[in-house]
């Protein structure tokens, strides 16, 4: 889908130009472009029809999370058809771990997540991972801070599509590797649960949950259902389900360190002998 500008207004004095010319700027390869206007003169708007103009995909990064959130609402207003994602620091509170020399004082590591700021995140890497070119991303300048590997993200995607032949015990090996838990009682996001043939899984970046119907070891069909009301909302030919968590590691990374773990246990160990004697 194509980036596509949804508003009631159309550029007036400046903007034609100014859009015009960062658009050409962009496709010329231009490393720093500088667009001036005072505060209410239009910037996002124009910034919007130069995105609509490049047609590529966008990061937009703020200074602060309060910026960005304007930015985002903005932006999700101008692009309702395409994928315009928030992702800034997770951390409502953070307090790192300190010493004071002068009274002896050790302050512990304290710290507060946002579950929605959490699930957003989580969007984010998803729908960038989805090969969809019409994403904008809003961000912090301390977005960054505690990301996990995407790399390892990446390979923990789960792809399911109707009438594949798949065990139910595979699909649940899977879903436990990509950080999702098994769950009787509320069903939360990050969490799956199994009624009879079938397998819900509620992930945490969405809104609806999907459930899969299986047929001994056949999925037979896919759809999405709202969680309060449990009808469905949406069938599906395919699925893609991604990590519950940005901190997913796959098997062979995870063996591989604790393996290096071991064999520093080994050596500190060895050369702890050689002290002693």
């Known amino acids: 889908?194509?980036?596509?500008?949804?508003?009631?207004?159309?550029?007036?004095?400046?903007?034609?130009?100014?859009?015009?010319?960062?658009a050409q700027g962009i496709v010329d390869g231009e490393q720093f472009q500088t667009l001036l206007g005072v505060t209410g003169s239009g910037k996002t708007f124009t910034v919007a029809n130069v995105i609509q103009e490049v047609q590529r995909p966008t990061l937009v990064l703020a200074h602060n999370k309060t910026l960005a959130a304007q930015l985002y609402s903005e932006f999700k207003q101008f692009f309702p058809n395409n994928?315009?994602?928030?992702?800034?620091s997770y951390y409502d509170y953070y307090q790192p771990e300190a010493f004071i020399p002068v009274t002896g004082v050790y302050i512990e590591k304290d710290l507060s997540i946002n579950e929605e700021l959490e699930k957003m995140r989580l969007s984010t890497t998803s729908s960038l991972l989805s090969g969809r070119r019409d994403i904008i991303v809003v961000a912090s300048v301390s977005c960054l801070y505690g990301i996990g590997n995407p790399v390892e993200f990446q390979k923990n995607v789960i792809a399911i599509e109707r009438d594949q032949e798949?065990?139910?015990?595979?699909?649940?090996?899977?879903?436990?590797?990509?950080?999702?838990?098994?769950?009787?009682?509320?069903f939360n996001p990050g969490?799956?649960?199994?009624?009879?043939?079938?397998?819900?899984?509620?992930?945490?970046?969405?809104?609806?949950?999907?459930?899969?119907?299986?047929?001994?070891?056949?999925?037979?069909?896919?759809?999405?259902?709202?969680?309060?009301?449990?009808?469905?909302?949406?069938?599906?030919?395919?699925?893609?389900?991604?990590?519950?968590?940005?901190?997913?590691?796959?098997?062979?990374?995870?063996?591989?360190?604790?393996?290096?773990?071991?064999?520093d246990l080994v050596s500190q160990a060895f050369r702890g002998l050689l002290f002693l004697t």
Not at 2 to 11: L, M, R
């Open 83 to 88: 994928a315009v994602e928030y992702f800034v």
């Open 191 to 263: 969490n799956f649960r199994i009624k009879g043939d079938t397998v819900e899984v509620f992930p945490s970046y969405a809104d609806d949950a999907y459930r899969i119907h299986f047929f001994g070891d056949e999925i037979e069909e896919i759809e999405s259902f709202d969680i309060k009301t449990s009808k469905v909302i949406e069938r599906f030919d395919k699925l893609t389900i991604y990590p519950a968590n940005m901190f997913v590691t796959s098997p062979d990374v995870l063996q591989n360190a604790i393996w290096q773990i071991q064999q």
């Open 1 to 22: 889908m194509k980036f596509q500008v949804v508003s009631d207004y159309q550029p007036k004095g400046d903007q034609p130009q100014a859009i015009e010319k960062l």
């Open 166 to 186: 798949i065990s139910r015990t595979k699909l649940l090996h899977s879903l436990v590797q990509s950080l999702y838990s098994r769950t009787e009682a509320d």
